[in-house]
């Protein structure tokens, strides 16, 4: 069962409540994505790092439920 935009976009926002987050749906499918994903939480941190929390916020369902997530991070401008 494909994982829909909705839920991709609540896992980020549970773990990081201040995300500004924008999800895309790439092939019409529900199976690959694209995931734009701005936190003040991602300040200081490496792309890996940044990376890695929004992974972790998606509790295992990459690979799975959710086949591809193409990510975008960033912090918010000032």
């Known amino acids: 069962m494909p994982m829909d935009a ?7 926002k549970a773990a990081l409540p201040d995300a500004e987050v924008v999800i895309r749906d790439l092939a ?8 734009t994903v701005v936190s003040e939480s991602f300040r ?3 792309r890996v790092q ?6 972790q ?3 295992g369902q990459m690979g799975g ?7 975008q991070t960033g912090v ?3």
């Open 44 to 46: 200081g941190k490496s």
């Open 28 to 35: 019409g499918d529900g199976n690959h994505y694209a995931a």
């Open 57 to 59: 916020s998606l509790q």
């Open 76 to 78: 918010p401008e000032k």
């Open 65 to 71: 439920v959710l086949h591809a997530l193409a990510l």
């Open 6 to 12: 909705r839920d991709i976009e609540r896992m980020i």
């Open 50 to 55: 940044q990376h890695q929390i929004v992974y």
